[in-house]
């Protein structure tokens, strides 16, 4: 699909998709939860369609009401980790190869773990290492998908560098919840994007395995604070990720509403009002609505080593920002979606923005108008929507081979974005 974007001003309000994040671990702790649990506000993302058949893949049986267009009421009903298949499959989503690989290694059933597109050229880092020391067998691996996992996993105490993804980290704390008899220690060095292990807890917490940390360098699961209810309800949060972009655009380009967001949210990419609020965009906050406006915008600096998926969006923000923005965590982009050191420096020569990488930053100065232009999307969700917003001050048509990608976290966005005046059509 191609989406074409003229020019052009943007106001209006657009609802949050669901947090694929959050429902990617929600699902993995209604797995491992031994009776009911209820999803409410689940979206239809290609990565969390991934994970509810992963559960399902696994053992889990799942029911879905629909809502809307973009919501529905997902109800699991498991007796734990009992696989029906001898493989699951992944998708293109790193979160759910990281997360349920260590779920499907509960199983003493040999599972095949495979995926497709990009997420094959991905390195899965520190898996040989964790799994064996955990009891699990590890077969076929060369440092990428596909693999074999035989378990079962043993909760033990272990050493764990999480240099490479927290995503991992998170499989592992909910395998050890799920099958430490005794308290247990995972000492943790390297660990980066430590708010995505926030959310981990914090599902963790919801279903009654709360997990403790030292500094993030040592975590206790033990089983003797825990907590069973039945059933189990959690609603989804809206999804800062998607909604970075949205915001990004009101601060560019005219005024955006989005709702359904959680502004005590444990979500990383919340920060993106942070760094608006730096760039001295014009903010309003309501309840669970946040109203950015266009305004003067300045020159910023912020590290993203946590937050990489901000990225995107925050070098969209630099281009038209006066001055000089230095974004610092580029070591965290290169085994995305996309390798997004190349996919976001591409986008940004495409539209004519000065910008340099120096170290581990991205430096980006500020303009006016742009050059419109077509983008290699890279099949990148974030690098299409990251395009888009930027084409509304582009000084002609830009055209975004690929657009579809977007159905990897946000489905609704071209609607959305539609919806709100942005003259797009899409082929």
């Known amino acids: 699909m191609i989406a074409t974007i003229e020019p052009g001003r943007v106001s209006g309000t657009i609802v949050a998709p669901p947090s694929k994040s959050l429902t990617q671990r929600a699902l993995a702790a209604a797995l491992l939860h031994r009776g009911t649990t209820h999803i409410y506000n689940a979206g239809y993302a290609a990565d969390e369609q991934a994970a509810l058949h992963i559960i399902q893949q696994l053992g889990a049986v799942c029911t879905e009401t629909k809502v809307d267009d973009q919501l529905r009421h997902i109800t699991v009903v498991s007796s734990g980790v009992h696989p029906i298949a001898d493989s699951i499959y992944c998708g293109e989503s790193g979160l759910a190869a990281r997360l349920f690989t260590p779920l499907a290694a509960l199983s003493s059933k040999p599972v095949k773990v495979s995926g497709a597109g990009s997420l094959l050229s991905r390195p899965i880092g520190g898996l040989a290492d964790i799994l064996p020391a955990l009891g699990v067998t590890l077969t076929g691996f060369n440092g990428f998908l596909p693999y074999t996992v035989c378990g079962p996993l043993q909760a033990a105490t272990a050493v764990m560098h999480a240099s490479g993804s927290s995503q991992l980290l998170s499989g592992v704390l909910f395998a050890l919840a799920a099958s430490a008899h005794t308290s247990v220690t995972l000492d943790v060095t390297g660990l980066e994007s430590k708010p995505y292990i926030d959310l981990t807890q914090h599902i963790l917490a ?47 380009a ?116 742009l050059n419109g232009t077509v983008i290699d999307a890279y099949n990148d969700h974030r690098i299409v929507m990251a395009a888009a917003i930027c084409a509304l001050r582009a000084r002609s048509r830009t055209d975004i081979p690929g657009a579809e990608a977007v159905n990897k976290s946000f489905p609704g966005f071209f609607d959305g974005i539609i919806s709100c005046g942005v003259r797009c059509a899409l082929s």
């Open 254 to 369: 005219g005024e955006m509403t989005v709702s359904n967001l959680n502004t005590a949210s444990l979500q990383a990419d919340r920060a993106i009002l942070d760094v608006l609020q730096m760039a001295g965009a014009n903010i309003g906050v309501a309840g669970n609505t946040v109203t950015v406006g266009r305004s003067s915008l300045k020159a910023f600096e912020f590290d993203a080593s946590d937050r990489p998926d901000l990225f995107p969006a925050l070098a969209v923000l630099a281009a038209f920002c006066r001055g000089e923005s230095r974004i610092a965590g580029v070591h965290r982009l290169f085994h995305k979606e996309s390798n997004r050191v190349e996919s976001i420096t591409e986008l940004l020569w495409s539209f004519g923005i000065p910008f340099s990488v120096e170290e581990d930053a991205l430096c980006v100065v500020g303009g006016e108008r």
């Open 206 to 252: 919801h279903f009654g395995m709360p997990v403790t940390h030292t500094d993030y360098k040592q975590f206790t699961i033990d089983p003797s604070v825990f907590k069973h209810t039945d059933p189990v309800e959690i609603a989804i949060e809206g999804d800062w990720s998607s909604a970075s972009c949205l915001l990004v655009a009101g601060a560019i």
